[in-house]
Nanobody, 116 residues
Framework: QVQLVESGGGLVQPGGSLRLSCLAS????????MSWYRQAPRMEREFVAR????????LYTDSVKGRFTISRDNAKNTVYLQMNSLKPEDTAVYFC?????????WGQGTQVTVSS
């Protein structure tokens, strides 16, 4: 079955960096686009970034452009989110996502807290 396992969250000061990882299994990873979403307290889950199956096409939400970088390693079945210049408003639970065979799959999420 499809499994997505995120890691790398934590507490960081404003201006700091974190790298999130999402290890995927249960499907042919290299054939599917992967995305990151986030959900802040009392807010709707929102799109953060997406990378195509071969890494050649990438999208970001405007609020993270120039600060976050999504990438993938198809040999390791892993998608990454490098987050730099973090702001308090980036505080959220970050989720890995894949649309596979018509179904939506989410990881369990990893907490990112940006605070001094």
């Amino acid at each position: 079955q499809v499994q997505l396992v995120e890691s790398g969250g934590g507490l960081v000061q404003p201006g700091g960096s974190l790298r999130l990882s999402c290890l995927a299994s249960g499907f042919t990873f290299s054939r599917y686009a992967m995305s990151w979403y986030r959900q802040a307290p009392r807010m709707e889950r929102e799109f953060v970034a997406r990378v195509s199956s071969d890494g050649g096409s990438i999208l970001y939400t405007d609020s993270v452009k120039g600060r976050f970088t999504i990438s993938r390693d198809n040999a390791k079945n892993t998608v990454y989110l490098q987050m730099n210049s973090l702001k308090p408003e980036d505080t959220a639970v970050y989720f890995c996502f894949v649309l596979y065979s018509g179904d939506l799959y989410w990881g369990q999420g990893t907490q990112v807290t940006v605070s001094s």
